[in-house]
C-alpha cells in the first residue's frame, strides 16, 4: 500500500486540548497573512528573467545546504548530487539520478524541520499525496517536471500564489544589480529588494580582497588608495543599491561579534596595513570589527538596517572548502560574545535611535544571558529570529521562551526565512507561524496574557514587527 503524507492541521500546535484550541483560533487569523520575507538568498534573476525552474534536483537539491549536507553527512558525495566543483571537475549531470539518490534517502531526514518543509512543497505546492521512496521517485521526477512547465509554476506565478509581499535577496558589493535593475523596469507589481553583502571588501581574509577593494574603487568611481577614499566608495555603493534595487538593509557575515571604535588615524593606518596583501590574523580581525562601526555610522545617515550573523565557523570542512567553494552546508555553530564585542559599537551608536541592528546568532546560550538584555535596554539593537539549525519547531521555541523574558517581543524582528529554496518559503512561515501560536497560547492558558493582546501579537509576529523592523 502506497504511504501518503500527513499533513495534520493541528501540527506544531500543544498537545493540551485547551491551550490547542487556543492555538487553532490564533493561527486561523494568520494563517493567510501576506508573507514579509526580509532576509534571504534567492536569486533575483529568476524573477527578472520568469524563465521556467529546470528540473527537481535543480530546484529542491544543489541549492539547498540542509538536503545536501545531510546527504554528505551520510556517506553520498556531492559530485554525485552534481554540486559544481570550482575547477570544473565533472560531476553528475543526469538529474533523473539524483532525484533518485534523494529519494531513496529521503528517510534520513525524518524528525528534521527539512522534513517539514519539503513535505509541505510536495503536497501544498505539486499536489502530490504519497511519500517520497525509490518507487515514487520516477513519478515524483516527472510529476514535478511537468508542472515546472506551466504558466502557473513560473516565478513570478509563484511569488504571488505564495501572497509574497516583498521578498529580499542578497548581493555583493560588488554586484552590479543588473537583475534588480530589469525587474524595476519590467512592470511587474511584485517586489523584490536586495540588501548590500560588503563581506568581499571588508574582510580581508575574504578571497582576492585587494583585488575586491580595487574593484570597488573603479566602479564606485573613488581612490580607495585611502581609508578616506574607500569609505566613500562603500557610501556610493550602498546608495546604489539603495536607489536600484531598493534596498533598506546591509548584511554582514562576520565570524565574530567584535566590534572596534578607533581614531580616525589608527583606522586609516590600519587600512594600509590590510590592504598591503600581507595582513596578519590581528589586523583582520581588528578591521573587520572596525567596518562593522563604520558601517553603522554611515546606518545613522543612509537609514539602512544592519543585520549581523556571527557566531558560524564558516566552511568549516576544508576539503569541501577547496573543492566546492561556500556555503556547501559546514558552517558549524560556535560561542559568541555579544556584551563585549558590541561595547565599542554600542558606545559609539547604541542609543541612536535612527540605527536599527538586528543581531542574529547560532550560540543559543547567549539568548538569555546575553542578547536579551542587550536588545532590552539599547534602542539601536533588536533580535532577528532563530537563525539556521534553530530555525525549526524546538529551535523557534527555545527562542521564545529565553528571549520573551527580558527583552519581550517588539525587540523582536518576527521571522526570516534565510533561504535560497524557494519552494520552502511558505513552508517555513508557516511553520514559524504554528510555533507562535502555540506559544502565546499558552501564555493565556496560564493566565499570563490577555486573549486579545495574543491576537495582536500573532499579527505583530506573523507580518507588522519584520515589515516595521526593515523598513519595509
Known amino acids: 500500500m502506497t504511504k501518503q503524507f500527513s499533513l495534520h492541521p493541528d501540527r506544531l500546535f500543544p498537545d ?12 486561523a487569523k494568520v494563517a493567510d497573512l501576506p508573507i514579509i520575507s526580509p532576509h534571504g538568498h534567492t536569486e533575483p534573476s529568476w524573477f527578472a528573467d520568469n524563465a521556467p525552474f529546470g528540473d527537481p534536483s535543480s530546484l529542491f537539491i544543489v541549492p539547498d545546504h540542509y538536503v545536501h549536507r545531510m546527504l554528505y553527512s551520510q556517506g553520498i558525495r556531492l559530485e554525485s548530487l552534481g554540486i559544481p566543483t570550482i575547477d570544473g ?12 539518490i534523494f529519494a531513496e534517502n529521503f528517510h534520513l531526514f525524518r524528525g528534521t524541520p527539512s522534513w517539514l518543509w519539503l513535505a509541505h512543497a510536495f503536497t501544498e505546492v505539486f499536489g502530490i499525496k504519497e511519500r517520497l521512496t525509490a518507487e515514487s521517485a520516477d513519478r515524483y521526477y516527472d510529476h514535478i517536471s511537468e508542472a515546472l512547465q506551466r504558466p502557473e509554476f513560473l516565478p513570478r506565478a509563484l511569488y504571488e500564489r505564495f501572497n509574497i509581499e516583498v521578498i529580499a535577496t542578497t548581493e555583493s558589493a560588488l554586484d552590479d544589480l543588473r537583475h534588480h535593475r530589469k525587474l524595476s523596469e519590467s512592470g511587474w507589481k511584485g517586489r523584490v529588494v536586495s540588501a548590500f553583502r560588503p563581506d568581499a571588501v571588508v574582510d580581508p581574509e575574504f578571497p582576492n580582497f585587494s583585488k575586491n577593494v580595487a574593484e570597488l574603487g573603479r566602479i564606485a568611481g573613488s581612490d580607495v588608495s585611502s581609508f578616506a577614499g574607500y569609505l566613500a566608495a562603500l557610501k556610493n555603493r ?3 543599491f539603495k536607489d536600484v534595487a531598493g534596498a533598506t538593509s546591509t548584511d554582514h557575515g562576520h565570524a565574530t561579534a567584535r566590534t572596534e571604535n578607533l581614531s580616525d588615524e589608527d583606522a586609516a593606518a590600519l587600512y594600509q596595513r590590510v590592504i598591503s596583501g600581507a595582513v596578519s590574523p590581528a589586523d583582520a580581525e581588528t578591521f573587520r570589527g572596525q567596518m562593522l562601526t563604520e558601517m553603522a555610522k554611515m546606518s545613522v545617515v543612509d537609514g539602512l538596517v544592519m543585520q549581523i550573523h556571527p557566531g558560524a565557523f564558516r566552511d568549516h570542512n576544508q576539503q569541501i572548502f577547496a573543492r566546492y567553494g561556500k ?10 560574545d555579544y556584551v563585549n564585542n558590541l561595547k565599542p559599537l554600542l558606545d559609539r551608536f547604541g542609543n541612536d535611535p535612527r540605527l536599527t541592528v538586528i543581531l542574529f546568532t547560532l550560540d543559543e546560550t547567549s539568548y538569555s544571558r546575553e542578547l536579551a538584555p542587550l536588545a532590552g535596554h539599547y534602542p539601536a539593537l ?3 529570529p532563530a ?3 534553530h530555525d525549526s519547531p524546538e529551535g523557534i521555541r527555545r527562542y521564545r521562551e529565553q528571549v520573551t523574558e527580558t527583552a519581550g517581543f517588539y525587540n523582536t524582528v518576527g521571522f526570516n526565512d534565510d533561504t535560497r529554496a524557494f519552494l520552502s518559503i511558505p513552508a517555513r512561515h508557516d511553520v514559524a507561524r504554528r510555533i507562535d501560536c502555540g506559544f502565546l497560547a499558552r501564555l493565556v492558558a496560564e493566565h499570563r496574557l490577555e486573549i486579545d493582546d495574543a491576537h495582536e501579537l500573532a499579527w505583530e509576529l506573523a507580518y507588522n514587527l519584520a515589515k516595521t ?4
Not at 571537475?89 to 533518485?100: G, P
Not at 556555503?327 to 559568541?336: E, F, L, N, S, Y
Request: hydrophobic share 35%; net charge positive; glycine share 4%.
Open 238 to 240: 550602498r546608495q546604489y
Open 327 to 336: 556555503d556547501k552546508g559546514a558552517d558549524i555553530p560556535k560561542a559568541t
Open 469 to 472: 523592523a526593515y523598513k519595509l
Open 382 to 384: 533588536r533580535l532577528g
Open 89 to 100: 571537475t565533472e560531476v553528475e549531470t543526469d538529474k533523473r539520478k539524483i532525484w533518485r
Open 16 to 27: 493540551a486540548p485547551a491551550t490547542k484550541e487556543i492555538a487553532r483560533s490564533l493561527y
Open 387 to 389: 537563525w539556521w539549525f
